[in-house]
């Protein structure tokens, strides 16, 4: 199974709440990122979250449209991100959403690891595209 491996940058900016969460302890952000490496683009998406991330436990849910490359293939693809923190450990889960590809990264399927040491945010993506004919 193909392997990108590679750095981002990530900001992070609050959004409103909009009706249907205005009571709640929900809150909205948009994502803003730069890959670099193995995937050299941006990504752009929305990210809902709640909990207590100043006494380590939250969870979010998100959803981003990343553009670029891959090893040199270019195109697009969804990651849909559903993770949680509790006492300060996460548990990520972050998939490509099924059939979000395009261009040559139609058919792409995997799996994304964040990795976060310090303030320096890689990732580690475990990937695979249909054959070519």
Same mark, same amino acid.
């Given at each position: 199974m193909p392997q990108a491996q590679g750095t981002f940058e990530v900001k992070v900016a609050p959004l409103?709440?909009?009706?249907?969460?205005?009571?709640?302890s929900i809150s909205r952000f948009s994502l803003d990122k730069v890959y670099r490496g193995d995937i050299e683009g941006i990504s752009a998406g929305?990210?809902?979250?709640?909990?207590?991330?100043?006494?380590?436990?939250?969870g979010y849910v998100a959803v981003e449209q990343?553009?670029?490359?891959?090893? =040199? !293939?270019h195109g697009s693809f969804a990651l849909q991100h559903s993770s949680t923190m509790d006492q300060g450990q996460f548990d990520m889960n972050i998939k490509v959403v099924p059939g979000s590809g395009t261009e040559q990264l139609v058919g792409i399927a995997g799996v994304l690891t964040i990795i976060i040491e =310090? !303030?320096?945010h890689s990732?580690?993506?475990?990937?695979?595209?249909p054959a070519e004919s």
């Open positions: 409103p709440a909009d009706d249907a969460i205005a009571a709640t929305e990210m809902m979250g709640a909990g207590n991330v100043a006494a380590g436990s939250a990343v553009s670029g490359t891959v090893h =040199g !293939k =310090g !303030k320096q990732y580690r993506f475990d990937y695979t595209l």
